[in-house]
């Protein structure tokens, strides 16, 4: 066994492990890219958060937070930024209650977080599929494997463990490889949920300064009461 390698021990595995092999391989390259997207993308929608939500609150009316906001349409906070504006834009003319439209726009600003949330997260849901099921995937190739050997032992009339430990240690490798797919997927799905809940945060502490922004240009623009004649 000392010349054997991993290769060795696939090209010699059963067709049915040949084939737990190629879905876990599969999905190893699936998760893999996965997680270098989600890398990139989730960072660059935190830094986004961050910068916008900065220039959002330095801002001295709604409308030039509304169009620091707009500069960037890669931001998070682009699409809830228009969910809200839209929204406030539809019942500035028509309704002349405040509250009505201030909380029709915190409703849009929430469906804009979730919806943004969504989004981000598209894609994680395969990441925990690989971290649960490539263990038992791999182990049922192991068990295929294993049983595999035992027939061999029955046709060869011999127990002997040089006989079997070249059957059972291909089979194992099937065990190992889907460890070596759930591990990564496992860990990368937990860090990247830490970063969506984080992006989370940012996202409904921005809803809540865009709906106060509103609160105060519905107040600036209610007429004033004139003191009445006694």
């Given at each position: 066994?000392?010349?054997?390698?991993?290769?060795?021990?696939?090209?010699?595995?059963?067709?049915?492990?040949?084939?737990?092999?190629?879905l876990?391989?599969?999905?190893?390259i699936?998760s893999?890219?996965?997680?270098?997207?989600?890398?990139?993308?989730?960072?660059?929608a935190?830094?986004r958060?961050?910068k916008g939500?900065?220039a959002f609150q330095n801002?001295?009316?709604?409308?030039?937070?509304?169009?620091?906001?707009?500069?960037?349409?890669?931001?998070?906070?682009?699409?809830?930024?228009?969910?809200?504006?839209?929204?406030?834009?539809?019942?500035?003319?028509?309704?002349h209650s405040?509250?009505?439209?201030a909380?029709?726009?915190?409703r849009?600003?929430?469906?804009?977080?979730?919806?943004?949330?969504?989004?981000?997260?598209?894609?994680l849901?395969?990441l925990?599929?690989?971290?649960?099921?490539?263990p038992?995937?791999g182990?049922?190739g192991?068990?295929?494997?294993i049983?595999?050997?035992?027939?061999?032992?029955?046709?060869?009339k011999?127990?002997a463990?040089?006989?079997?430990?070249p059957?059972?240690?291909e089979a194992l490798v099937?065990?190992a490889i889907?460890?070596a797919?759930?591990?990564?997927a496992?860990i990368g799905?937990?860090m990247?949920?830490?970063?969506?809940?984080?992006?989370?945060?940012?996202?409904?502490?921005f809803?809540g300064?865009?709906?106060?922004r509103?609160q105060?240009?519905?107040?600036?623009?209610?007429?004033?009461?004139?003191?009445?004649?006694?």
């Amino acid at each position: 066994m000392g010349d054997t390698n991993i290769f060795m021990l696939i090209g010699q595995a059963t067709i049915v492990v040949k084939i737990v092999l190629g879905l876990l391989a599969t999905m190893s390259i699936i998760s893999w890219t996965i997680m270098f997207n989600k890398w990139f993308t989730l960072s660059s929608a935190k830094k986004r958060a961050t910068k916008g939500i900065e220039a959002f609150q330095n801002a001295k009316t709604l409308r030039d937070a509304v169009q620091a906001v707009g500069t960037d349409a890669s931001s998070p906070l682009y699409f809830v930024a228009q969910q809200g504006v839209d929204e406030y834009t539809r019942l500035r003319e028509s309704v002349h209650s405040s509250t009505i439209i201030a909380d029709n726009v915190q409703r849009s600003l929430e469906q804009g977080v979730s919806m943004q949330s969504a989004s981000l997260s598209s894609a994680l849901p395969f990441l925990a599929t690989c971290a649960n099921s490539a263990p038992f995937i791999g182990l049922f190739g192991t068990v295929w494997g294993i049983m595999h050997s035992f027939q061999t032992i029955g046709q060869m009339k011999s127990a002997a463990l040089a006989a079997v430990a070249p059957g059972i240690s291909e089979a194992l490798v099937a065990t190992a490889i889907g460890l070596a797919v759930a591990i990564p997927a496992a860990i990368g799905y937990n860090m990247f949920l830490g970063k969506l809940q984080d992006i989370e945060v940012q996202l409904n502490s921005f809803s809540g300064v865009f709906l106060n922004r509103v609160q105060r240009e519905l107040h600036t623009q209610r007429p004033k009461r004139t003191t009445g004649e006694a």
